[in-house]
Nanobody, 122 residues
Framework: QVQLQESGGGSVQSGGSLKLSCAAS?????MAWFRQAPGKEREVVAD???????TYTDSVKGRFTISQDNAKNTLYLQMNRLTPEDSAMYYC???????????????????WGQGTQVTVSS
């Protein structure tokens, strides 16, 4: 069983930065950050693979960075130059098997955190 706990959300002004953390208990293979704004579907923001490579959704490329501290079993999301369009509940997700490539759907991940709210004001 894997448990995920996010932290680091908050309220910032447009152009500001936040760093989200996701502490994982248990072994994970593939991990990702998703977000869900009110009235919208949950969407992948960034995912990280076992070889350390990562992919990003187009709207956050160049502004967000996903990283992982294996010693602490913690996933991070550094978010810079935030805009009001980034406001959402952010979720950490994990999977324990299979290929990490192309895991952009919520159904690809078996384990989820409770989420952390990010609010960006203009």
């Amino acid at each position: 069983q894997v448990q995920l706990q996010e932290s680091g959300g908050g309220s910032v002004q447009s152009g500001g930065s936040l760093k989200l953390s996701c502490a994982a208990s248990g072994d994970t293979r593939c991990m990702a950050w998703f977000r869900q704004a009110p009235g919208k579907e949950r969407e992948v923001v960034a995912d990280m693979r076992m070889d350390g490579s990562s992919t990003y959704t187009d709207s956050v490329k160049g502004r967000f960075t996903i990283s992982q501290d294996n010693a602490k079993n913690t996933l991070y999301l550094q978010m810079n130059r935030l805009t009001p369009e980034d406001s959402a509940m952010y979720y950490c997700a994990a999977a324990r098997d299979g290929s990490c490539a192309g895991r952009t759907q919520t159904s690809s991940y078996a384990y989820w955190g409770q989420g952390t709210q990010v609010t960006v004001s203009s």
